[in-house]
């Protein structure tokens, strides 16, 4: 089955504890991003990447890194959390000609 | 810079009725994708229906179909027929050509009264 998967589902942790959100897609899609979404906001672009080793920033990256070692997969990675983090979180993925972008289950994050 | 505005942030129909979710966008490109995404309770974001700018037919999928302005930056989005697993947040979002950004409105969400 054609998806796009995160891990955790749920996290919660405490400020200043570096973790990573895992984002796995079997698609062979180049085209791959993470999303945020708050009350009231949607969802913002996060990072994205073009392909394995192109990365940019999104709209709202102050505190996140990806890396991008292997085309199927995008992790997140919060160095050092704080409780604004708090939020629920997606991956998306999509091929260079493709339309829409195929979205994960969500992670949410709660920072304490 | 692009920005996608839903006015409604909650609407309410009756079983078996229709409703429309508005979307109003500011872009000054040519080309561009609008989408209408749904996200039940389950959190999963769904896409409902896309339009290609340059595309002049308005684009219908079985029940839902959208009224596209491209003069008047318009694209709302008409469920007929409304059913209960309906009920979820329906968020309009917009990608221009060449770019790998989503912008999304900030979503309506969609009560269904049986």
């Known amino acids: 089955e054609a998806q796009v998967t995160q891990n955790p589902r749920y996290l919660i942790t405490v400020t200043g504890k570096k973790l990573t959100v895992t984002c796995s897609q079997n698609?062979?899609?180049?085209?791959m991003s993470w999303y945020r979404q708050d009350p009231g906001l949607g969802l913002r672009q996060i990072y994205y990447?073009?392909?394995?080793?192109?990365?940019d920033k999104g709209d709202v990256p102050e505190g996140y890194k990806v890396s991008r070692k292997e085309k199927r997969n995008f992790p997140l990675i919060l160095e050092s959390p704080s409780p604004n983090q708090t939020s629920l979180y997606f991956c998306?993925?999509?091929?260079?000609?493709?339309?829409?972008?195929?979205f994960g289950q969500g992670t949410r994050l709660t920072v304490v | 810079a692009q920005t996608v505005t839903q006015s409604q942030p909650e609407m309410s129909v009756q079983e078996a009725e229709t409703v429309t979710l508005s979307c109003t966008y500011d872009?000054?490109?040519?080309?561009?994708?609008l989408f209408w995404y749904k996200q039940p309770p389950s959190r999963q974001m769904i896409l409902v229906i896309r339009?290609?700018?340059?595309?002049?037919q308005n684009a219908t999928e079985n029940r839902f179909s959208v009224n596209f302005q491209k003069a008047a930056k318009s694209f709302s989005l008409k469920i007929s027929d409304s059913q209960l697993g309906d009920a979820a947040m329906y968020f309009c979002?917009?990608?221009?050509?060449?770019?790998?950004?989503?912008?999304f409105g900030t979503g309506t969400r969609l009560t269904i009264i049986p």
């Open positions: 998306a993925s999509r091929p260079p000609r493709g339309r829409e972008a195929f």
């Open positions: 990447s073009m392909n394995v080793e192109v990365t």
């Open positions: 872009t000054s490109e040519s080309d561009y994708y």
């Open positions: 979002a917009y990608r221009s050509f060449g770019n790998e950004k989503l912008t």
């Open positions: 339009q290609e700018a340059y595309k002049q």
């Open positions: 698609m062979n899609h180049e085209y």
